[in-house]
T-cell receptor, first 111, second 115 residues
Framework: QKEVEQDPGPLSVPEGAIVSLNCTYS??????FMWYRQYSRKGPELLMY????GNKEDGRFTAQVDKSSKYISLFIRDSQPSDSATYLC???????????FGAGTRLFVKA | EPEVTQTPSHQVTQMGQEVILRCVPI?????FYWYRQILGQKVEFLVS????????KSEIFDDQFSVERPDGSNFTLKIRSTKLEDSAMYFCASSDPGQVYNEQFFGPGTRLTVL
């Protein structure tokens, strides 16, 4: 079983749609849960992080962590063409050093 | 805004040659990392470095790889004898563990092509 599983997509939605991105994981030691955005030929850029379980909101983005199910989600409201990118879930243990990434979901938002 | 920089942006080398990838982390950061991303695959952790020594490394980071902070600003990844399967994007990252969350800031990457 992979440590982190993420559907690579691609996911194509119309502008204004609500986007739901998800990951599952197997390692109970993960404490920090992150979502990165990566544009083509660029490095990952942190969007949001959550410590342990719960929800976190930042503008149009909401991250959810359910440690009991080992399932994390990122919701994007009112999606824009500029949101088109690859979204990577990532996780780390205490201290947040070694980070394990999912495969990334490629998102296309059509105008 | 401070950022991590990496040079070169693209490196082409022959199999068996040594390569050194260079990174300049954000100046007040104390932790440094290397990750790689083979084309079409996920970003993979290679190594973390703190206080002039490796703090953690993955199984990918074998004896062919080494890291060094030769001066106060650069952080390098050396691959001693490159193989075809070393072709990938290599990302450097740095972080300031004094923050509430140890956010890692990534550089733009070096594309390594081994022929």
């Amino acid at each position: 079983q992979k440590e982190v599983e993420q559907d690579p997509g691609p996911l194509s939605v119309p502008e204004g749609a609500i986007v739901s991105l998800n990951c599952t994981y197997s390692n109970s030691a993960f404490q920090y849960f992150m979502w990165y955005r990566q544009y083509s030929r660029k490095g990952p850029e942190l969007l949001m992080y959550t410590y342990s379980s719960g929800n976190k909101e930042d503008g149009r983005f909401t991250a959810q962590v359910d440690k009991s199910s080992k399932y994390i989600s990122l919701f994007i409201r009112d999606s824009q063409p500029s949101d088109s990118a690859t979204y990577l879930c990532a996780m780390s243990g205490t201290g947040g050093f070694k980070t394990i990434f999912g495969a990334g979901t490629r998102l296309f938002v059509k105008a | 805004e401070p950022e991590v920089t990496q040079t070169p942006s693209h490196q082409v080398t022959q199999m068996g040659q040594e390569v050194i990838l260079r990174c300049v982390p954000i100046s007040n950061h104390l932790y440094f990392y290397w990750y790689r991303q083979i084309l079409g695959q996920k970003v993979e952790f290679l190594v973390s470095f703190y206080n002039n020594e490796i703090s953690e490394k993955s199984e990918i980071f074998d004896d062919q790889f080494s890291v060094e902070r030769p001066d106060g600003s650069n952080f390098t990844l050396k691959i001693r004898s490159t193989k075809l399967e070393d072709s990938a994007m290599y990302f450097c990252a740095s972080s300031d563990p004094g923050q509430v969350y140890n956010e890692q800031f990534f550089g733009p990457g070096t594309r390594l092509t081994v022929l």
